[in-house]
């Protein structure tokens, strides 16, 4: 093969490449890092007539250039951003976080991003209640999947850096996650980060004052109930807003006016700031609890949401047979605001134990109730040699006993039993529920150290309920851990009439009864349905009596109602549920409330907890 052509052109690229101009880059150090440039640097100036090397310089200085202001820029901002940046971190357990994430959803930030986190599922602290007739199908049959498909996705602004401007100043926004360290999931999720120009945080206060106040008035009619759930062993628990709902009309709840008017001026005084002053002064804790007790259904939660949204305050419910600690009892109760309503309910039911006592064994055997009964009587004694031969020798009786008294425990009701051994001071019966326990490992002495402790929060108002107050231990009650009690009863006549005067009124009085209005029924019915015309027409019913009664005719039916049921013998909750069934047939509740009584009485008589029509 002849090479001595290509042997000739390569000599003509080396005599030009002397003719190429000072401007631009030698073709030598180019060739280092671009290998074969020189070949076609020659090539395209023997063809086109021109020198790339210009063009390569050209671009070589700009890549430079701009490379080099991004690093002067980067080495700036930095300085900058640790000098002359004031910041503030939200950490997603503080309540501060629910208010920034309510107020930045609505901001122009929010609306007008193009990198945004969309929910279809309830989103905390941003939830709005979607109370549109749009469900209800041709046949007035409620269809949720037409009913959610109106309902928009919540929309939040994605992780990362967002600027924002609010009265006359530029912020930065960042919502990040924070680092996972130790290959453990952390106790927060979450944190939030406000950013502001200037070497102090005043502007950015001002602005947190400012998303407080506006959330605060956004949730005015509405009570906000905060929860500690289990982490599942992802670290300490933490305050979570899990609902937020319309704040209850005290009218609503059952209750003598006078008990009602006792526990509202007594909750007035107490969250007056100036009671704050009086108490320091004097050296008193400022702390107020309540107790109210009585037969379940009567109201006693009731009033507690009622009391929460009288006065604006959040609620905080805990439970104590969630397995909650000590140690995580007293860091919950920490967290809390400086007022609250703090909510324990069935403190009976609690599973609260003594100090000094282990699990007991969960059975039903009467021999072991009395002998757990027996060691709770003894346990201050640990020198009693009887008490602990009865322990030994009992242990192979209730082994033999185990299998019959779990089969046996499911068909008869648990009885309490009184140890005689237990002194006359006690004076309490101790029931098997109560020997029991509960799942966690909550201590007598540890739930009051918690309450009254000379470490426990102030400020807030801590409602306890209970249906049982005889099995509530006499240091849980006392004043200064009680300080005053709200005793409910059964429905009286009074309260069975305002609660039928409650159920029919409306908000607007009408001064005649409008007639009744018939549902429109079509003849058809859908090709997916699987009812007939036939049974639709039986279960739904052929007039929707939405009748607005006159307050004199209102009056007099609510009389007649009033007197068909007996005082003190059904809950409120057992009359607003019949009442719900009638809600829009205020006669027919009327008519039909004798049957409804004869057969509850019958129920209640023969113990059975469900009633059959």
């Not at 120009?197 to 206060?205: N, V």
């Not at 001064?511 to 997916?528: C, F, L, Y």
């Not at 009442?579 to 004869?598: G, T, Y």
Request: proline share 5%.
């Amino acid at each position: 093969m002849d090479f001595s052509r290509l042997q000739a052109i390569i000599s003509e690229f080396n005599s030009t490449n002397n003719n190429a101009t000072s401007t631009s880059v030698p073709s030598t150090v180019l060739e280092m890092f671009v290998p074969g440039y020189s070949t076609i640097a020659q090539l395209t100036f023997r063809y086109l007539g021109f020198d790339i090397g210009v063009f390569v310089t050209g671009w070589l200085v700009l890549f430079g250039l701009y490379h080099g202001a991004i690093f002067t820029y980067g080495l700036a901002y930095g300085y900058f951003s640790v000098y002359y940046t004031s910041s503030v971190v939200i950490d997603e357990s503080d309540i501060m976080y629910d208010h920034i994430m309510s107020w930045i959803a609505v901001q122009p930030m929010t609306t007008s991003s193009r990198r945004l986190t969309a929910a279809t599922r309830y989103v905390r602290g941003l939830e709005d209640a979607d109370d549109s007739d749009d469900g209800l199908d041709e046949y007035g049959i409620f269809n949720n999947v037409k009913w959610a498909g109106n309902i928009p996705p919540v929309y939040q602004p994605s992780f990362g850096d967002y600027n924002f401007y609010h009265q006359g100043r530029w912020f930065s926004f960042a919502r990040v996650k924070k680092e996972q360290t130790g290959g453990r999931r952390d106790s927060y999720d979450e944190q939030i980060v406000l950013c502001c120009k200037g070497r102090g945080t005043e502007p950015i206060k001002q602005l947190l004052i400012y998303v407080k106040r506006w959330s605060l008035n956004k949730a005015s009619t509405t009570t906000s109930i905060y929860q500690a759930p289990n982490q599942n062993g992802r670290g300490e628990r933490y305050w979570r807003r899990q609902s937020r709902r319309s704040s209850r009309p005290l009218s609503t709840v059952a209750l003598d006016q006078q008990q009602k008017g006792r526990v509202v001026a007594d909750i007035n005084e107490y969250l007056n700031p100036a009671t704050a002053r009086w108490y320091a002064a004097r050296g008193i804790p400022h702390r107020r609890g309540y107790l109210f007790h009585g037969p379940p259904g009567t109201g006693k939660t009731s009033l507690s949401f009622a009391l929460a949204g009288i006065f604006g305050l959040d609620m905080y419910c805990l439970s104590l047979n969630d397995g909650i600690t000590e140690s995580e009892l007293s860091s919950l109760l920490n967290q809390l605001p400086r007022r609250c309503f703090l909510l324990l309910e069935d403190i009976d039911a609690a599973g609260i134990r003594r100090d000094g006592l282990a699990s007991p064994i969960l059975a039903t055997d009467d021999a072991t109730v009395v002998l757990e009964a027996h060691q709770i009587g003894t346990q201050d004694k640990p020198d009693s040699t009887p008490s602990r031969a009865l322990s030994i020798l009992a242990w192979p009786l209730i082994l033999v006993q185990l299998p019959f008294s779990l089969f046996s425990g499911f068909a008869k009701q648990e009885e309490p039993v009184k140890d005689p051994a237990l002194p006359e001071a006690a004076g309490k019966p101790v029931s098997t529920e109560v020997l029991r326990g509960g799942s966690g490992s909550i201590s007598l002495s540890g739930l009051l150290n918690v309450i009254d402790g000379a470490a426990s929060h102030e400020g807030h108002v801590l409602i306890m309920t209970t249906n049982t107050p005889d099995k509530l231990d006499d240091a849980l009650t006392r004043p200064g851990r009680v300080d005053l009690q709200i005793g409910f009863t059964l429905a009286t006549r009074d309260q069975i009439r305002d609660m039928y005067m409650r159920m029919f009124s409306t908000d607007t009085a009408i001064s005649e009864i409008t007639p009744e209005t018939e549902v429109a029924m079509d003849n058809g019915i859908p090709a997916n349905a699987v009812e007939t015309h036939e049974f639709l027409g039986i279960c739904l019913p052929k007039k929707s009596v939405a009748a607005t009664l006159e307050l004199d005719k209102l009056g007099e039916m609510a009389q007649r109602f009033s007197d068909a049921l007996p005082e003190k013998i059904f809950s409120p909750a057992e009359v607003q549920g019949y009442l719900l069934m009638h809600k829009m047939e205020p006669k027919k509740a009327i008519e039909e409330v004798s049957k409804w009584k004869d057969e509850m009485l019958e129920a209640k008589k023969k113990g059975n907890k469900l009633v059959f029509t």
